[in-house]
């Protein structure tokens, strides 16, 4: 057991933290006044100071850090957690080093189980981050977390497959650039329970897509990073080959989607717990209140330890989560997936609305990011499944493990 | 020791359940595209469909139900108090019975403390529902619960006195309606601690003041009641006769517009409570899950249980909070004024946490009023001083108490 | 609605007060001492210093105050809650003033549903002070919140009934003074689920009944008290005639004992926390850490704060409840009822824990009272059913009375 | 970074694992009775079932694991610690490998700080496990978390240092073979606040030597590891060789202890959680109500979900404070040492908790091993300090890095 980083991820994070605080950073308010600037808000991601974040990145060669093998940087898991980390430090980050979902995973899915000719349409310009995607898989009806709920439905008619169906809390599908909807449905209502569905992709200006609305979280509706849309599939057709893998294989490859995402989604959330640290610290010792700096009043204390515990706690098993994944493969770190899914929104939304509380009324304000990424944390405990869900499986597994270990023991 | 209502109660609350379910809340949709129909968002008040119930509950006799005294319903504080709470069923609701915050503190401090001059200028107008105001305390630069900090001067010069200074957070003065503003600041800095800050009254409309921006809460800019302003005063010069009270008296008057201020915003509290338990127990009701509704699940069970358990002691305190007010005032109510101010926040916002969480991400969209909610009632842990400073004072004012009780037993 | 306490009340709280105060805390090293020179040490409720306190109580007219109608006091649930929640002050109050349990359901039992027979044998003593009971219930090998698993046998033969069965935690039953059992079993094993129950009179000294061992909780053996002991009734023949209520009725019996038995528990509970709030703030102003009275810590502030502002918010719910026992009844008062034994044990084990936390290694020793009341609350979250049961029971009502609610509003 | 265990520890822990498993746990049921057996209940170290197996320990190799260096088994503190977490799993394992407190601690200390006369005559029995020892620190009068406020006096007097004062939670000192006593008191009360004290060998026998009582852990006397002692030294004169290391250095060598103390303790309440969630999910699966195995009810699925999760991250931290000791020293991993301290008790307490309640009252009773372990964790919040002067230390250590870091960045 060894707990230092190695030489290449100690070198990347090194470029990495000084590429965030000294170039992204700085950006983040220049981003904004152009943003607010164009007629069109959800138009986020070629805004000009994005642009030009993303070409120093792919000089520094900090550029799809996510992704292992020869398409990406070629990073481990255990090499790029403590990457993801350091981009949930600014809300441009993850774009600037083309590492943002919803395209991380969207690009994992087109590299592992694309065609060619779907590769060279929509992998190769994600990858080079000149397009964007999005990824159609949450229904409003439905509880969303048990696949076999879903009611969308991708028919084969002759050559396409016609969709049918309405999607929300589709992430960055409000912006005109994501390009690509992959779309999951059910093809095959009558297979076993997890071969009915199926992934396809949409080109987003096929007819009959219909976007609806920006749905908003709290009250932001994340225009800068395409916000969260309703979609409505009204006899979309599209060509037989735009389906992802083999038919019924959707519930396989949402699966295989999940893992990489989840970590990700965990080490960003920790480094923005450790924004949210840092913020607080900075605010307490400027604050005097009945004679004395927050900073020496206990209760402020007792939130700032508590605060260091947990993140250093959960750090470490979202790192052995990833060194599990690099090692025995994501199923193989099934369990501990699980367990950081359910232990980082808790922990982080925690600490969240601790440093808020230690900025008054401001820290819910617009000045400080925190409110915003509370919200965007919040938002954690249901994505892919609510919090409920995976603990009930995770204890499960746990109830499994132990009679096994009863048996063992008892014979 | 007796807990049920009188009839007089049980008659209005009757009333006015009745208004709020039939009248206002279906009001709601129209009043919102109404609003967004107008030219200055923040013009909320006299949007015709709110207009238009205000009307109603003038007739009805559900209005200023608020007030103690001729000038008002002439309820007490307990009378008064469940009705507070179904107020808190719709965000039109408190404003359509002309209940809603700060008029009603202001009103208060204008008919406590007001000259017959100033009661004619803007009480008169305010109890008729016609104009708007608001209440500017906080400061940004400064732990604005400590009064002493209160940064805002306001200066005696000739007959008039000079306004110079800072404030946020000052909730509907973004409204053009808004237009009496009561300003806290200091006229005598060397004074005692408690006698160096007045009021004075400030027309909206005075050369000097400026709307510097509407600040959000979470991403809501609550334009449907005015937002919440940051102003700048800048050499704001108003007659002597605006002064409110006495020189120095701002401390007691802000002191004395607090207690029915917070019992208000605790009964409404509740009721947002009760409004969160009813849509999580149908919405529970209508999932499946893995073969069952969640409302046959043990850990959504759970919440129910508790958030109903939690509501029902909470309300008690708040309604014996009023008793006391009624029975011994503000002052011997004091203690129990605090412990409903550092309660009620956390107990209703851990009940909208799980009734969000019952929802899926549908809770935290626009699509049901949780979130916003979540929102509102999140600021209250700060509004009027964060709980930690009223939790040290509770808890200064129990050791004072102890120590009293042992020394009455050891002689 | 009124808060304050009637003339009675307030009369007999005085003397309580004062007899807690002056007599009964300072007899318990002497009943200590006594009772450690005794060759029996389960034999508690003969202990000179206590047989002292009965009479002088009965004097004082502080005797069987629980007990509504002639052969009690006659205090309404309303008047006797405030009494019982000062024998919480001292372990031995509620004996001095025959109030302990479970004589006092015992004595319920025997009162409502005993012959006269039954009620000269066994209630005269008991009401008295004379002698001691037990009742029989719970059982080690199923769980026994679900009354349909109660596997002991009651069996009837000729004039007799045979009892077989296992019990445990039978609170008093190892004091040799507790000479009756009143025993739940199954008479009728295929009626329906709830009449398939009876209770039966057991004398103590009947053939077959065995007394194994004498349970801790945590480390107490609490033999000032009688003890929680393990029962076996092996071929146990008693009377026909020794019956309460009709065949069958157990279940019906048992649920009438528990309304009162919960809320006496739930007022005495009450006093434990007042007395470790009392204990909690002696000890921190005599404390000096890193140059600062533990009292002016923050955290330390914290406790108490919180300490006061739950416990204030559930003493008026177990008010309430008694008040809704004694006008609607226990049926009518049930939700509330469940709620006071959910919300009870949670709120005063969080405060005994925060009031060892501010003593230091001394609240856990024998020095204070604290550990050992930690011990007996936190058996109040099974006894009578866990927690969870009785949440899943509310909550189950509460969704029933939404969905009445919503078809109301919607015809 | 790498989390797998290296290949000796890995032989080790199966090893250990088994010992614990087949030897150590059967054999409490014999240790109990024959200590029963005895005349003096505290001389529990020379029971034959104990002495049994430390010698069967010392044959498998499994002896002194705790030390590094030739004393002992030579392991890091790395490779020490997933065995300590395996002595977890009863409550004899510590000692039947002789890497039980307070003698490890001690051991350290005259390894470390021991003339070699000290070693002869204490350091060699204490490694052959012939003796015990006690470590005298906790005074009753103040809060020893504040070493200055230390009251007891150690004074030159010739050749001899006189010792008067009271200590406290002195653990093991009630066994008659705790033959030495290492004892912290003032020599210099006018030196620099770290310089006051020193540390003082006391032979249990030597004249002045009071043994006053053994306190209770809520009613636990742990006389079968030896009790937690009341002594009072009066006049106790020791030749002034016995001084450990040299006067003025009582703080430095305690501080010294520290470390390696808390992270067995940390270990070794990892196992005891590791023990209580397998003994709850067997409860689970055993028992019915309301027709399903509580094993299937989701509040039940909640807990061992939740104590699965935190004890994994738990572990971690505890395991990189390892490793961080053997790399950096004692002090660099300062700040992780006071992290465990303050995660591990609450941790494990709320795994208790929840097991004790999934196994119903039994969970309380002496039948399951639950309640009592939860009594020593809980003594854990306080032993060297309460949590909360541990979080106070941890948060101003942070403040301090963040401070510097801001000035970093902003240079």
Known sequence: MEFSLDARTEDLRADLLDFVATCVEPAEAEFDSQLAARPDRWAWDTVAALVDLRTQAR?????????????????????????????????????????????????????????????????????????????????????????????????????????????????????????????????????????????????????????????????YDDHDHGGHAELAFHDVRVPAANLVGEQGSGFAIAQARLGPGRIHHC???????????????????????????????GVIRDWIAQARVR??????????????????????????????????PATVQWILDKAIQAHGAGGLSPDFPLARQYAGIRTLRFADGPDEVHKNALARAELRRQAKAREARHG
Request: glycine share 8%; with cysteine.
């Open 267 to 297: 080490m960003r959330s920790i480094g923005v717990a450790e924004k949210a640290i840092a913020l607080m610290c900075e605010r307490v010792e400027g604050r005097v209140a009945f004679g004395r700096p927050l900073s020496e009043q």
């Open 59 to 219: 000089k520094r060669g900090l550029w799809n850090l996510f992704l292992p093998g020869d398409d990406g940087a070629g990073l481990t898991n255990l090499q790029y957690a403590p990457l993801a980390e350091i981009t949930g430090h600014s809300r441009l980050a993850p774009a600037a080093v083309n590492c943002s979902a919803p395209d991380t995973g969207n690009m994992e899915v087109l590299r592992d189980f694309g065609t060619p000719e779907q590769k060279r349409a929509w992998l190769e310009p994600l990858l080079a981050g000149e397009i964007r995607s999005a990824f159609a898989m949450t229904e409003p009806d439905v509880a969303s977390s048990d696949a076999t709920n879903i009611a969308t439905r991708i028919t084969r008619d002759g050559d396409e497959y016609v969709v049918n169906g309405r999607k929300w809390w589709i992430t960055g599908a409000m912006n005109p650039n994501a390009q690509i909807f992959i779309v999951m449905g059910k093809t095959d209502p009558s297979a076993d329970r997890h071969r009915q569905q199926s992934m396809i992709l949409v080109p987003r200006d096929t007819p009959g897509v219909e976007i609806r609305r920006g749905l908003e979280v709290y009250g």
């Open 311 to 344: 993140v250093e706690q959960l750090r470490l098993l979202v790192l052995k989560t990833a060194w599990l994944m690099d090692t025995v493969g994501n199923k193989g770190a099934h369990t501990e997936i699980q367990a950081i899914k359910i232990a980082t």
